[in-house]
């Protein structure tokens, strides 16, 4: 296993560590000229938000503070100078942005008026919040205010729950924050642990994991379910990999996996790996039904008893068709489809190649989390290397899959990175296919929430196919043998 670059020197960190500080200020300070406010214009340009009162101030401070951020967090990717060292940067950073308004998106307040509509007896995966009368619908994005809730129930009884406490639309946002951040920090208590399972410098998993601008901007400040969800994921999966063998545990471990399903869906792909995780000694298919099945029977409780006590049944998995509404060249088969479109529309056709490409997409995500599955099975049958943690394994897969996840799905948004880089960054012997990635969706999302792909579109979806057609052949080039 990897065991990580020598620390840097104090200067070094010293310096990376106040740039990333200012970077967050001036982030937090460009949310209050133009963040994601509640009355703020909706449907803004970057040439609108320019000419407004403030706009280049809002721009710039937005612009210099993501470089900053995105700058430090780099410079320190492959070596910081302790775990707690990268606890209390990663805290120092999201200081300014746990007290600015919402940045990059306005997700927060749908899940306000999601939470609003299941508050007053209405089923929000039957009436979307605008029918039901929220009163802060005007500040939801209008593309979300005609549908139903694509969250499970979970996550909605959280969003009323924050709706009960709040009061007003301030405090409700105040809750949702406050929830984002409980999820974040239990996903950062389970770090050490599943670092040291898997054999990986555990400063190097937290710096990597936590530091990220993708989690100040849009966990903390945007409050972003997917805090929920990584913290519930993380915790189940350190259960699964710490007490393998053993039914009560393995039975925490599967409700943990399955609340995190019920906040957000994405996370069942997750709960395959992690009944290998389960399995204690050797790994034959009598040790996987039995072990496994432990963790399965947590996973389908949690599914079936919070769908019921939330009275809303399994409305949620309806919902789960909408998430995909938006077309955004960020998502590889959508730029695929919009490509082929835009060629069919020179020749004066019209394919409507996207929901093709999409369907195409996820049936080709499923043969992959098969195939990934199958090749952890197969490592931990019969190790080519006996070193390898059975923990190491598991982990990987795990986020290999969540990597495929957000790359075939129909639609990413900048937040999305965040599934694979927690688990990648505890498993990931190179880091700079994922950290890459991440650091550019950081450069997406305006603070209002306006998302730059969809000003770039045509462009966007040229590039984002040229790069997966280079993804695709550049390995083939490489293991062609040369001639003499």
Same mark, same amino acid.
């Given at each position: 296993?990897?065991?990580?670059?020598?620390?840097?020197?104090?200067?070094?960190?010293?310096?990376?560590?106040?740039?990333?500080?200012?970077?967050?200020?001036?982030?937090?300070?460009?949310?209050?000229?133009?963040?994601?406010?509640?009355? &703020?214009?909706?449907?803004?340009?970057?040439?609108?938000?320019?000419?407004?009162?403030?706009?280049?101030?809002?721009?710039? *401070?937005?612009?210099?503070?993501?470089?900053?951020?995105?700058?430090?967090?780099?410079?320190?990717?492959?070596?910081?100078?302790?775990?707690?060292?990268?606890?209390?940067?990663?805290?120092?950073?999201?200081?300014?942005?746990?007290?600015?308004?919402?940045?990059?998106?306005?997700?927060?307040?749908?899940?306000? *008026?999601?939470?609003?509509?299941?508050?007053?007896?209405?089923?929000?995966?039957?009436?979307?919040?605008?029918?039901?009368? *929220?009163?802060?619908?005007?500040?939801?994005?209008?593309?979300?205010?005609?549908?139903?809730?694509?969250?499970?129930?979970?996550?909605?009884?959280?969003?009323?729950?924050?709706?009960?406490?709040?009061?007003?639309?301030?405090?409700?946002?105040?809750?949702?924050?406050?929830?984002?951040?409980?999820?974040?920090?239990?996903?950062?208590? *389970?770090?050490?642990?599943? &670092?040291? &399972?898997?054999?990986?410098?555990?400063?190097?998993?937290?710096?990597?994991?936590?530091?990220?601008?993708?989690?100040?901007?849009?966990?903390?400040?945007?409050?972003?379910?997917?805090?929920?969800?990584?913290?519930?994921?993380?915790?189940?999966?350190?259960?699964?990999?710490?007490?393998?063998?053993?039914?009560?545990?393995?039975?925490?471990?599967?409700?943990?996996?399955?609340?995190?399903?019920?906040?957000?869906?994405?996370?069942?792909?997750?709960?395959?790996?992690?009944?290998?995780?389960?399995?204690?000694?050797?790994?034959?298919?009598?040790?996987?039904?039995?072990?496994?099945?432990?963790?399965?029977?947590?996973?389908?409780?949690?599914?079936?008893?919070?769908?019921?006590?939330?009275?809303?049944?399994?409305?949620?998995?309806?919902?789960?068709?909408?998430?995909?509404?938006?077309?955004?060249?960020?998502?590889?088969?959508?730029?695929?489809?919009?490509? /082929?479109?835009?060629?069919?529309?020179?020749?004066?056709?019209?394919?409507?190649?996207?929901?093709?490409?999409?369907?195409?997409?996820?049936?080709?995500?499923?043969?992959?989390?098969?195939?990934?599955?199958?090749?952890?099975?197969?490592?931990?049958?019969?190790?080519?290397?006996?070193?390898?943690?059975?923990?190491?394994?598991?982990?990987?897969?795990?986020?290999?899959?969540?990597?495929?996840?957000?790359?075939?799905?129909?639609?990413?948004?900048?937040?999305?990175?965040?599934?694979?880089? /927690?688990?990648?960054?505890?498993?990931?012997?190179?880091?700079?296919?994922?950290?890459?990635?991440?650091?550019?969706?950081?450069?997406?999302?305006?603070?209002?929430?306006?998302?730059?792909?969809?000003?770039?579109?045509?462009?966007?979806?040229?590039?984002?196919?040229?790069?997966?057609?280079?993804?695709?052949?550049?390995?083939?080039?490489?293991?062609?043998?040369?001639?003499?």
């Amino acid at each position: 296993m990897a065991s990580g670059p020598p620390p840097v020197d104090g200067r070094g960190a010293s310096l990376a560590r106040y740039a990333g500080l200012v970077g967050a200020v001036l982030l937090a300070v460009a949310g209050y000229l133009g963040g994601a406010l509640p009355h &703020a214009p909706l449907g803004a340009t970057p040439e609108s938000i320019w000419r407004a009162p403030g706009g280049p101030a809002t721009l710039a *401070c937005w612009l210099v503070g993501t470089g900053l951020l995105v700058g430090a967090w780099w410079s320190l990717r492959g070596a910081v100078p302790s775990t707690r060292w990268a606890y209390g940067t990663a805290g120092l950073w999201a200081l300014p942005l746990l007290v600015a308004p919402p940045l990059g998106s306005r997700d927060v307040y749908s899940y306000a *008026c999601q939470g609003w509509t299941y508050a007053h007896g209405v089923d929000p995966y039957a009436v979307p919040v605008a029918a039901a009368g *929220c009163p802060w619908a005007d500040a939801v994005a209008p593309i979300w205010r005609d549908t139903p809730a694509p969250y499970g129930p979970v996550f909605v009884l959280l969003a009323a729950l924050a709706v009960v406490l709040g009061g007003g639309l301030t405090g409700t946002i105040v809750a949702l924050r406050v929830i984002a951040v409980a999820g974040l920090l239990l996903g950062a208590l *389970c770090l050490p642990g599943l &670092a040291r &399972a898997a054999g990986v410098p555990t400063r190097r998993a937290v710096w990597l994991a936590l530091a990220g601008p993708l989690v100040g901007v849009h966990l903390v400040a945007g409050a972003h379910n997917d805090a929920v969800m990584l913290g519930l994921l993380l915790s189940g999966l350190l259960i699964a990999v710490r007490r393998p063998g053993r039914p009560s545990a393995l039975l925490v471990a599967g409700v943990l996996l399955g609340l995190a399903v019920t906040v957000k869906a994405s996370a069942v792909v997750v709960t395959p790996f992690a009944a290998l995780a389960a399995v204690r000694g050797r790994h034959t298919v009598r040790s996987l039904l039995r072990d496994g099945g432990w963790l399965t029977g947590g996973v389908l409780g949690a599914l079936l008893v919070s769908s019921a006590a939330s009275g809303l049944g399994f409305g949620w998995v309806g919902g789960l068709t909408h998430s995909g509404d938006s077309e955004q060249w960020t998502s590889p088969p959508t730029a695929v489809g919009l490509v /082929v479109d835009y060629a069919g529309a020179l020749a004066g056709r019209g394919p409507q190649a996207v929901p093709v490409l999409r369907a195409v997409a996820l049936l080709l995500l499923a043969v992959v989390l098969v195939v990934l599955w199958w090749r952890a099975w197969r490592a931990l049958r019969a190790p080519d290397d006996p070193a390898l943690a059975h923990s190491w394994v598991t982990l990987h897969g795990a986020g290999l899959a969540l990597a495929a996840t957000v790359v075939l799905s129909p639609v990413f948004h900048p937040w999305y990175a965040t599934w694979p880089l /927690v688990l990648l960054a505890l498993t990931a012997r190179r880091t700079t296919w994922f950290v890459v990635p991440a650091a550019a969706a950081a450069f997406l999302a305006l603070p209002d929430g306006t998302n730059l792909a969809r000003f770039t579109k045509a462009p966007g979806a040229l590039a984002m196919t040229a790069l997966l057609l280079a993804a695709i052949l550049l390995p083939t080039q490489r293991r062609r043998p040369r001639p003499r």
